[in-house]
């Protein structure tokens, strides 16, 4: 295994902020041609500005056509990082039927068609990492959609495995980390939830995003991990 991404590409969907673009920062430091994509192109170009030569495209997970496009526009990949989601936490007795068809397709169906029009392109050396969660892990009222998907993804990066293979398919399954997703609570909101949280795990923290952005390029360049999850959350499924 390598921390090098010399002369890769990397396509980072998902990467115009936050984890994403801490990602495709730490992969552009790494030597990878890097790629953000966003389902607002725009952003994804701004992103990709701040990188040494790097590359936005419109990519939304939620339309086929996009992702079609995409893999034309590109050609060949390296490695692909999803972190697209689609967040729908409320209780079963509230769910929205097409807000809860697209929270799958955001964290299942848009993964496996980013598979499904760019694996045959990618080498034998390539891989596909795709995000998780400990919610899945973890019940909780008003939770579940968020909880099933990200389990869904860890059973995702299996299958993919088998049948990419030797591409090779693996899942990061985060646990509440300090990496601006949270930034929109007041001050005091987010200082009690990370606390909480601080005070309810072993690790005793919450997560850093280098925590993430480690895990995730350690997956791209470990050439014998496959159809794994790898579980950063500070010990919090035995919490």
Do not use: Q, Y
Not at 34 to 51: M, P, W
Not at 148 to 158: K, L, Y
Not at 180 to 186: F, R, V
């Amino acid at each position: 295994m390598s921390d090098n991404l010399t002369g890769a590409t990397v396509l980072v969907v998902g990467g115009a902020k936050n984890l994403g673009l801490a990602i495709a920062t730490r992969a552009a430091e790494l030597g990878a041609h890097v790629v953000i994509g966003a389902r607002d192109g725009d952003a994804a170009e701004k992103a990709a500005a701040s990188l040494p030569g790097a590359r936005g495209i419109a990519i939304d997970v939620t339309d086929e056509a996009t992702i079609a496009s995409a893999a034309a526009d590109l050609g060949a990949l390296d490695h692909i990082v999803s972190l697209a989601a689609a967040h729908h936490n409320v209780a079963v007795a509230d769910l929205d039927h097409d807000r809860t068809v697209t929270a799958f397709e955001a964290k299942v169906i848009g993964p496996l068609l980013l598979a499904k029009h760019f694996a045959p392109s990618m080498p034998a050396s390539g891989s596909i990492v795709l995000f998780s969660g400990v919610a899945a892990w973890k019940p909780s009222p008003g939770k579940a959609i968020m909880g099933i998907t990200n389990g869904a993804v860890s059973f995702t990066a299996s299958h993919l495995a088998k049948e990419l293979a030797p591409i090779r398919v693996n899942a990061v399954s985060p646990g509440i980390i300090d990496s601006g997703t949270w930034d929109g609570m007041p001050d005091s909101d987010r200082a009690a939830l990370f606390d909480g949280v601080a005070g309810s795990i072993p690790a005793g923290r919450v997560g850093a995003t280098a925590d993430i952005v480690d895990a995730a390029t350690w997956l791209l360049t470990a050439g014998f991990v496959s159809g794994e999850t790898i579980h950063v959350e500070g010990g919090a499924r035995s919490a």
